[in-house]
Every structure is written in C-alpha cells, then in structure tokens.
C-alpha cells in the first residue's frame, strides 16, 4: 500500500525550517514585549463549546469541525468531541474553569498551536494549521482593542510587511446590533429569491453574515445595504470612535469597512483584519475583534475580551509571495573528522565536549574516507574540520583546518577550544554562503 498525507494537510519540510523559526520566535518574543502570558489548551474539547461559543450558524461549526463520539464505558457511546478549529472558546473554557476571575485583570494571554478545520483545500488554507493567538480578557477599555490592533501591526511590520492597512469595524452590542439586524433584513427581503442559496438560508436564520458573503450572485445587492454605524448606540459609538483616536494617533492607517461583521457568532463591538500590499483577492492577512459576552454565554460571569489570530502558513506563504526571506538559520560550524576506529572514539568524545560547552558540531557518519568525509564539511556549510589521524593520537592533537581559506594547523587538545572562539563565533554565525574552494580536494 502506497501511504500519502491526507488531503488538505501538509509535511513542513527542513527547508521551511527558516520561515517557521523566525516568525514563531518572533511571535513569542513580540507577545512577551507586550507582556502577554502564553497558555495552552487540549486539541480537543467537549463539542457543545464550540457549538455555543462560535455559533451554531457559522460555517466553521455546521460544515467545518472534526467531531467524533468518543468510547465511553463498557462499550457505551461516549460524549461528542471536536477537534478545536480556533483557540478563543477552549481559552475562555480555561480561564472559567482555571479560576482566571480571581487573578489581577485583565489576563494578557496568548497560545500557538494546530487548529482543524474541514475547509476546502485551496492555497494557503489546510484542515491542519497553526495559529497565533492572542487576548485580553477583563477590561472593557477601548485601548484593550487597541492593544490587540498594535500587537497585530507590529507582528506583520516587524516580519517586514509593507502598507498594511486596517479594514476596521462595529457590530454594536445586545441593544442595538438587534436594531440594525432588523433593518437589514428589511432591506434585503425584497432581493431574497435572488441571493445565492447559502445566503438565503442566512437570512432566515443569521442576517448579520449575509453581509460577510463572496457569493457572486449576492454582491451586487450589498453596496446598498444599511451601516450598522449609523445604529450603534452611545456607549458602542464613543468606544469606536475612542478605538479609532488611539490608531490615528499613532499613525497606523485604518479604513472603515461597512461590510466587515467577521465569521463568528461571540463577536461585539470592534471588528477588524489588517491587509497588506501585494496580496490580491485575500488581502486579509489576519483578524479579530471584541467578545464581551462570550464568557457568560460559556457559564461564567460577565466578562469583556477582546483578541485575534492569524494563521502560521498565510503568514509564511504571504511572506514568499512577496520576497521575504527570514534570516539565516545558526548552523553547526564545526566538523570533525577521523581516520580509523580509534580516532573515531577520540571524535565521539570530542563532538560532545564542544556540545556540551554550546560550539554547533557535527561528526562523520560510517567511517568513510577523508575525502568522503570534507565532502560532508563542505556539504553541510561548516567552516571547520577537526581531523584526528594517528599522528594526533600519539600527540593528543587535532589538525583545525579552516575550509574556507583551505588554511590548517595542528592544536593541542587542550587549547582547541580557545582556538575555535577565538577564530570565530561558532555558536551562533550562520553559514557561509559557498566556499572558495573545496576541501574535499585538499583532503589528503
């Protein structure tokens, strides 16, 4: 039987690794700068959180979960899980359940991790993918929305996006989101028998995604539609305008996006997704927004919040689209070579101490010939060999051969290690781009 991944997921190869290192320790290191705590949850949870927290009406929860019946005893049924398909209902499971309440609020967290969906694959979107995800839970303060704005900014500024922009938005709270509700099924009931079937069914049951459609046959009818800005009542129209002082403040563009209402049912108030330059029909680079009722609707007491997230892989292949290149990957820079099976135990005891004291190391694999094994040197980028013949043996010596001057010497044991770091950082430079010659050749 010939074995392949399952359709819609991937295999990260080692020439991704560059990509992944620098945007997941530039994530951790920004969320940290921001005083963010990191949390992580279970894969998967009970079914009915997902269900009552993202909303039984969304597409991620009537189309998109990986849900099972688990064994229960005996060879009964056992309760319904889900594979989680975003983080912010399993972190506003544990913060209830974790006693989060008590704690100094509000509670920075942040989380980094596989998410499943059951989407249609298609560039840059799996059923396995990673996500960055961050909130703020436990004020209900315009600048916890901009907080949340700034940490997304400053992630894509810093991984080296150009003219991102915020596409910005409210979608008011409990008072008044039923007005504007009301108003735009009114508005689209006399184009009903001509929207796209999925939006047909939205209105009956959920108006407010209608808005959110990319079906070609409902477009056409949205640029007439009310703005649910002109319904927010005073509390929900100072917290926008407060939201949108704080980004212009500090100059970061934004643009009011009528249409803007997001996936997910636990929104309130702020919406948004920031774009970028270059990425044609999905310029959403990212997005969220406040949830001020969610954890009440999970059990717990009223409590406001407000988050993002932004996938891994867009962020990656957003990155390659536009020519990117995250910095070259710390590579071990030192090889050590040997010529017969006692200078091989010589090695073995050697590439550890280097280890152990933080030098990059690698050793020769199969007790290959000299020249085989400076192939190997010259193969994986390093700037030194350390070769133990039987001449060293006798003098508790190693020939240092520097690969890129083709230049060597022989060091006592003792000092080899001075003699490293004092020729060259080897803990943490990355490799040279190509070697003027090969030291395979002057192998002897």
Known sequence: MKYQRIKGTQDILPEAEPYWAHVTSTVQALARRFGFEQISTPMFENTALFARGVGEDTDIVSKEMYTWLDRGKDGEQGESLTLRPEFTAGVMRAYIENGFASRPQPQKLYSVGPIFRREKPQKGRYRQFHQFNAEIIGSDDPVADFEILLLTHTLYRELGFKNLVF?????????????????????????????????????????????????RETLPYLSGAPHIVDYLNDDCKKHFDEV???????????????????????????????????????????????????????????????GFATGIERIIMSMQDQGIEPPALARPQVFVAYLNEAAKLVAVKLVTDLRNAGVGARIAFGGRSLKAQMKDADRTGC??????????????????????????????????????????????????????????????
């Open 167 to 215: 596409q910005i938005n409210s979608t008011g709270d409990p008072e008044c989101k039923p007005r504007y509700v009301a108003a735009l099924k009114q508005y689209l009931l006399p184009y009903a028998d001509k929207l796209a079937p999925t939006d047909r069914d939205r209105l009956e049951r959920n108006p407010l995604r209608v808005l959110d459609s990319k079906e």
């Open 244 to 306: 949108l002082s704080y980004l212009s403040a500090v100059d970061i563009p934004y643009q009011i996006n009528h249409r803007l209402v997001r996936g997910l049912d636990y929104y309130t108030k702020t919406v948004f997704e920031l774009w970028g330059e270059g990425l044609g029909a999905q310029a959403a680079l990212c997005g969220g927004g406040r949830y001020d009722g969610l954890i009440e609707l999970l059990g717990g007491a009223p409590t406001p919040g407000v």
């Open 383 to 444: 700037r030194f060999a350390l070769i133990i013949g039987e001449d060293e043996l006798k003098t508790n010596s190693v020939i240092l051969r520097d690969l890129g001057k083709s230049e060597q010497a022989s060091v006592p044991m003792a000092d080899l290690q001075t003699w490293v770091t004092n020729l060259i950082d080897v803990r943490t430079t990355p490799p040279q781009e190509e070697q003027p010659e090969s030291a395979a050749e002057e192998a002897k």
